[in-house]
């Protein structure tokens, strides 16, 4: 009887500590489908993707093995000289992949798959999920950077952003490891303030690079609106900073699978 209770509460701990981790900030070694870590060094840029002055659009490109909903994104950012008045909501689309665009021979997005509204969490505005903030690091000295001005400014605080997504809604992703398929992932920001500037935080170089050059959206007046491939002055790629984690019922039977090895293990002694 002892060693069977010993069993249901370690099956117990085990599915509420992995479901429970769905909810937090995602931190390493947290489980994660796919990452792109933050560049933090003075290489590192903050690309504006907020509404103001004309809506920014930026997209990242990333390989999906493993059939399932994505219910958690979590992306880091900054904000132009460190003026955080927030923000009042992310839309979040995933895009089918176009290996060599119509425009320059470069992958980009092609066919809109999901698009999705996450507000703050709190929020009773009607939203597909709700996004969690906070300081994420401290840094000497980073690159702002508004690709349809060409404007350049400075910050210094990074911020992570953890969005949750309702599983009812949300987006189903389809790879697996015998036929991976590649998506997109777009970032847009709503800031509370209309003067203030938010931008995605590049990955770190050094980490390597997937695939293609994340790319911005570019829609001159009277002109129909196309991607251009984001990179550095040296001409090198970028990527942007973000992680997609296992949906939660994933997380619950690989809790479910660990406690029952343990309870296993238990009878056997």
């Not at 994660?32 to 809506?55: C, F, M």
């Not at 994104?73 to 132009?80: A, T, Y």
């Not at 349809?148 to 210094?156: R, S």
Request: net charge negative; charged share 20%; aromatic share 14%.
């Amino acid at each position: 009887m002892r060693t069977r209770t010993i069993a249901v509460a370690v099956a117990v701990l085990a599915v509420a500590v992995l479901a429970g981790a769905v909810r937090a900030d995602w931190n390493p070694p947290m489980p994660a489908k796919w990452v792109q870590w933050p560049d933090l060094s003075e290489t590192g840029i903050d690309i504006r993707v907020d509404q103001n002055a004309g809506l920014r659009r930026i997209a990242d490109d990333f390989p999906c093995v493993e059939t399932g909903r994505v219910t958690d994104v979590h992306i880091w950012g900054s904000w132009l000289n460190d003026y955080n008045t927030g923000i009042n909501a992310f839309n979040l689309r995933f895009w089918s992949n176009n290996p060599g665009g119509p425009k320059g021979g470069f992958s980009q997005p092609e066919t809109l798959l999901w698009e999705g509204w996450i507000t703050p969490v709190g929020s009773t505005q009607p939203a597909q999920g709700h996004f969690t903030e906070r300081p994420w690091a401290t840094v000497p000295y980073e690159h702002f950077w508004d690709p349809v001005t060409n404007q350049w400014g400075v910050d210094h605080q990074v911020v992570q952003y953890n969005m949750y997504i309702d599983p009812a809604v949300a987006f189903v992703q389809r790879g697996t490891k015998d036929n991976p398929q590649i998506y997109w992932l777009e970032v847009q920001a709503y800031t509370s303030a209309t003067f203030d500037q938010f931008g995605w935080k590049t990955r770190k170089p050094e980490d390597g690079h997937f695939m293609d050059d994340a790319v911005y959206w570019v829609e001159p007046v009277g002109t129909i609106g196309y991607w251009l491939p984001l990179e550095y002055t040296n001409g090198e790629s970028i990527d942007m900073a973000f992680v997609i984690t296992p949906e939660p019922a994933t997380l619950c039977l690989l809790g479910a699978g660990l406690a029952g090895l343990v309870a296993r293990r238990i009878r056997k002694k």
